[in-house]
């Protein structure tokens, strides 16, 4: 059943529409242009370090499948890509593999393709007593551990028993030998929650904000009656917003995902704090293509990355973060009303 049902959702990314019908709330982000930005562009420098492991882009291949026959191909087309330009990759939930061995190949193939890759398992709180297998089935560098409690409420077949989870990740985080991220899967993630997870031990937060996938709309397409995905189909923070509460909150990396869908939303969301950025549901319909054609779309993002940085005159990752911005429109008045600064990130001296 939990096999069948990730084909269903690789099917309803790839040919449905199920993007959130509100914006990330990046449109409001605006970095300041730099007239004299004194760098040569050719010489902007994109690489990171997160979790011990130095990256040559931000961007990281956000957790998408695995667990059917129809998986591997896809997994193993954006490993090549991983592979190619050393960014970090997730796999989807692990779960269908520990409890049916026959699909282990379906994620290991990620380790085969990408051998040095920065690689990140997936278990769903849930079923956290599988961190460890999960994390040794594909050698991984980090486990996230995904929140997914909007999916859980509009799936027919979903968990929707969400006690006792801080103290699981607080458990895990204490004897899993690699880092764990703690992941959301689109709805966003507050500052309350982001200091909790902080403080149980988890060593970096996916923000995975509204603007891009919705996982309840997903879940409409399968549901009988449809309404209650309908009226959830926009839930969330958006992630511009759950971008600066998290940032903002907590001492730990940040990863920036939910609808990235441009370098230029990338820039945006480092300069606003984010050590990193997540992108699945377009690189996953480059998947069915081909690795070529992820490795194309991942350089254009890097590349758009560049100019942005370019045009704020910064010459590597550092100085974006410290890059000047206006905050404007919704995203700011939720910010103000959650009583968060935004004129900081004009850093006009």
């Known amino acids: 059943m939990i096999s069948n049902r990730k084909l269903e959702h690789l099917l309803l990314c790839k040919n449905c529409n199920v993007e959130y019908r509100k914006k990330t709330g990046f449109e409001e982000i605006e970095l300041i242009h730099t007239a004299l930005p004194e760098v040569n562009k050719e010489d902007i420098d994109i ?23 129809a998986a591997l ?7 090549k890509a991983v592979n190619k330009l050393n960014v970090g990759m997730g796999v989807g939930s692990q779960r269908a593999a520990v409890k049916n061995p026959e699909l282990a190949p379906t994620y290991t193939i990620v380790r085969e393709e990408a051998p040095s890759g920065f690689l990140i398992g997936n278990i769903g709180c849930q079923q956290i007593e599988l961190a460890e297998q999960s994390v040794n089935m594909i050698k991984a560098d980090a486990l996230a551990v995904h929140l997914n ?42 500052a309350e929650d982001a200091m909790a997870l902080e403080k149980a031990g988890v060593g970096a937060i ?23 995905g309908d009226v959830f189909w926009n839930w969330g923070i958006p992630t511009a917003a759950s971008t600066v509460e998290v940032c903002q909150s ?8 939910g609808g990235i869908r441009s370098g230029l939303d990338a820039a945006k969301a480092i300069a606003l704090g ?73 850093r006009r001296t």
């Open 47 to 69: 690489s990171i370090d997160i979790l011990g492991k130095k990256l040559d882009s931000p961007f990281i291949i956000s957790a998408m499948t695995g667990g059917h026959p």
């Open 206 to 228: 996916d923000i995975a904000g509204a603007g891009g996938t919705s996982w309840a709309a997903v879940e409409t397409y399968r549901a009988k009656d449809r309404t209650m």
């Open 149 to 190: 409690p909007l999916q859980e409420a509009i799936q027919p077949e979903g968990d929707v028993n969400a006690s006792g989870h801080i103290k699981a990740i607080e458990d895990i985080s204490k004897t899993l030998k690699v880092p764990v991220i703690a992941k959301e899967t689109g709805a966003g993630i507050k």
């Open 73 to 79: 191909t896809i997994n193993q087309e954006l490993a």
């Open 274 to 346: 984010a050590d990193a950025v997540g992108i699945a549901l377009p690189l996953l319909k480059e998947a069915y293509i081909g690795h070529h054609a992820v490795i194309n779309k991942l350089n254009k993002f890097n590349e758009e990355l560049r100019v942005a940085m370019f045009l704020v005159g910064a010459s590597n990752i550092a100085e974006l973060k410290k890059s000047s911005l206006i905050i404007k429109g919704d995203t700011k008045e939720w910010l103000k009303e959650r009583g968060f600064e935004t004129k900081k990130y004009a």
């Open 250 to 257: 907590v001492k730990i990396p940040v990863i920036s995902s």
